[in-house]
């Protein structure tokens, strides 16, 4: 049962004044400039574009009964990715940075205020997921923080609706929907045994630990996750935004650094101009953004306290490039990946209309930087994928209209060779085919018995990706770490976790390759011996699996080291660690099990497919026979129905591959645009 709505308590002074009707305007029209709001309008509209080819394609395929189940399953696949393709961006940073100002700034000033809440001091307090759901009314769903003692992951909690609680949002009244999100900043005081077991106290690395008030009592987030569920135009369109608290809140939830933060497409990190890298910063960077699988960029917020009536501009603006330099040395990254602006002046800039101070806080230049960084690669991915389905399905259905136009090239000749031939020759032409189809259903003994081998293999492929893998190899790794002290033998005991598995995907490859070569050869001899047409795709790479596997192993492995024991020691931290590493290992090896299987699947459906277009082929020479044998006049309207049928044939392969080719080039052409109007939109912003 879902829990009662919670009212948030509002802040103690209003965040923003109302605006009028004519600032909404203002901001709308100069949040419209936004280079990434433009860049995601044309994503969507590209995908919309890519989707609508590929329907078309797809219900082409569906009118001339030329799509088996198992290309029916990878088209719809692929249209779901289109619908529903996500672009994760995250916003990390210690406390007071200015996140919430920078993430109002670059997305929600159309709404005329903040939104999110960016009051001086602490604000956000738990993560905070923004992303949209058509299925979900608008409404803000917060996690409480006392899940974290039942060693619950947030993927588990996200599908379990009565842990949350709700405040409905209304998204046509931007103070009301402020006030609500005020929620997210709320606290609560408990003891320090409660902090230590919440992940918020560790008695051994005191100078991270939150301040205590006069009667011992330590302050912690109300919350340990907020999801907001806003129909704005952005998120609409596929845009998540994830914005993050400071390091301890980090530390304390390991989901955000070991699925969240490597799951997003790009990091923004924030920093205050006016400090530099600091400690903590430094600490957030090493600890969790410092590995370079990860697409970063560095924003140094708060110029404007920069400001300095006693120095001239140019040495203002020496004093931040010095920055910058400084930042760009001190984290090892690209100085063109770092941008020194003032989100709180972007902001006003926006909601005023005012284009002239937009440029002035520096926001522009970090706009482009992702939207022509992270957009561009997002519709490549996408290209590439709608392609190869499109491919697939186009070389499938060429292949099935190649057997009937080669079925029906049978018949003709046949049919014009009955041309003055006597009743005694019709007979035996029928007694012909009889002979055709029973020496034809030898084949179905020699399919079953191979489809049994195939089958057979394939077990033993999956056997090699099932879940009770995983479970023993995890039970190992975890009975090794318990034999030692303080479980100082976690890093080697995952490592070698890590290597078995990966052998496992390896063995999956390997055994799937043999399949495939034992396939490939009865396919070669059923072909020479019936004439069918069997064809193998290639059998999926798992490569790419084995590389997320690397990646689980570069970002769980930094909590096995030596200084990092103590948080596996902290209660329920190694069970959640545990659940959250065997849900993360799960996906990849029930994604890499599901390629196979489809590939498999592929490769018997068009065994079915072929085996009853044979049949129906048979059946209708036998009708054309016995027609011409009822009445030999038949004979030239029968040779006529047959040639239109194959010319019908004929047209219909060609306008299947017109309809593949524009798909690819529409596809491969708005890909060459976008890229290319990027740069544009760039300048013109």
Not at 317 to 323: E, L, T
Not at 583 to 605: C, D, I, M, P, Y
Request: charged content about 25%; glycine content about 6%.
């Amino acid at each position: 049962m879902t829990a009662p709505a919670l009212t948030a308590n509002p802040p103690a002074a209003p965040v923003a004044a109302a605006v009028g009707p004519a600032a909404v305007v203002a901001a709308s029209a100069s949040a419209a400039d936004s280079p990434i709001a433009d860049s995601l309008d044309a994503l969507a509209t590209w995908r919309a574009e890519l989707d609508r080819q590929v329907g078309q394609f797809g219900r082409s395929l569906v009118e001339h009964e030329l799509l088996d189940d198992a290309d029916a399953a990878l088209l719809a696949s692929l249209r779901e990715r289109l619908a529903s393709d996500k672009l994760v961006l995250a916003f990390v940073a210690e406390f007071s940075r200015g996140k919430s100002e920078l993430i109002n700034a670059i997305f929600f000033a159309d709404a005329g205020r903040r939104v999110l809440p960016a009051t001086p001091g602490r604000t956000t307090m738990c993560p905070v997921e923004l992303r949209f759901d058509a299925h979900l009314p608008p409404q803000l769903a917060l996690l409480p923080i006392e899940t974290r003692l039942r060693g619950l992951s947030l993927a588990e909690l996200r599908t379990r609706d009565s842990h949350w609680q709700h405040v409905p949002l209304d998204p046509a009244d931007p103070q009301t929907l402020a006030l609500a999100l005020g929620a997210v900043t709320r606290r609560q005081t408990v003891s320090v045994e409660q902090a230590t077991a919440l992940g918020f106290w560790n008695a051994t690395q005191t100078e991270d630990n939150p301040p205590q008030d006069d009667v011992g009592g330590v302050e912690v987030p109300a919350w340990r996750h907020a999801v907001i569920n806003y129909p704005h135009p952005l998120l609409q369109h596929g845009l998540v935004v994830i914005d993050t608290p400071g390091l301890n809140a980090i530390g304390a939830e390991p989901e955000l650094t070991l699925a969240m933060l490597p799951a997003a497409h790009a990091v923004v990190f924030v920093l205050a101009a006016d400090t530099g890298v600091t400690k903590s910063d430094l600490s957030i960077w090493r600890e969790h953004l410092g590995h370079a699988s990860l697409d970063r960029f560095v924003v140094l917020n708060k110029i404007d306290a920069l400001a300095d009536p006693l120095s001239s501009p140019e040495q203002v603006q020496a004093q931040i490039a010095q920055q910058c330099a400084a930042t760009a040395d001190a984290l090892k990254v690209d100085p063109s990946r770092v941008f020194a602006l003032s989100a709180r002046e972007a902001l006003a800039a926006r909601v005023d209309g005012d284009v002239e101070s937009l440029l002035a806080s520096r926001l522009p230049p970090l706009e482009r930087a992702l939207a022509a960084g992270l957009l561009p690669r997002r519709r490549h991915l996408l290209v590439q994928s709608a392609v190869g389905v499109v491919q697939q399905l186009r070389a499938s259905a060429a292949r099935r209209l190649s057997d009937r136009r080669r079925q029906h090239a049978e018949q003709l000749l046949e049919l014009r060779g009955l041309r003055g031939k006597s009743g005694a020759k019709l007979r035996m032409m029928l007694e012909r085919i009889d002979l055709e189809v029973s020496d034809f259903e030898r084949c179905t003994a020699r399919l079953q018995a191979l489809r049994a081998v195939q089958q057979k293999i394939l077990r033993a492929v999956l056997l090699a990706l099932a879940s009770d893998v995983l479970r023993t190899e995890l039970a190992a790794m975890q009975s090794s770490m318990a034999s030692r002290p303080f479980n100082l033998g976690a890093r080697a005991a995952f490592e070698t976790l890590i290597e078995r598995l990966g052998a496992s995907i390896r063995r999956a490859q390997n055994q799937a390759e043999e399949m495939r070569q034992m396939l490939e050869a009865s396919f070669r001899q059923l072909n020479a011996e019936f004439g069918f047409a069997f064809s193998l795709a290639p059998v999926p790479d798992l490569q790419g699996f084995q590389g997320e596997l690397d990646l689980i192993a570069q970002g769980y492995g930094r909590y096995l080291g030596i200084l990092q024991a103590w948080r596996l020691a902290a209660p329920g931290f190694a069970e959640q660690f545990r659940r959250m590493l065997l849900s993360r290992l799960r996906v990849v090896f029930e994604n890499a099990a599901g390629e196979l299987e489809l590939w498999s699947k592929s490769a018997t459906s068009q065994v079915e497919v072929q085996l009853g277009e044979r049949r129906r082929g048979f059946k209708r020479r036998r009708e054309a026979l016995q027609r011409v044998q009822a009445a030999a006049g038949e004979l030239e309207q029968r040779i006529a129905e047959v040639q239109g049928q194959d010319d019908h044939l004929s047209v219909m392969l060609a306008r299947l591959d017109a309809l593949a080719a524009q798909a690819i080039a529409s596809a491969r052409r708005l890909d060459a645009e976008g890229a290319e109007g990027s740069p544009q939109r760039q300048d013109a912003a």
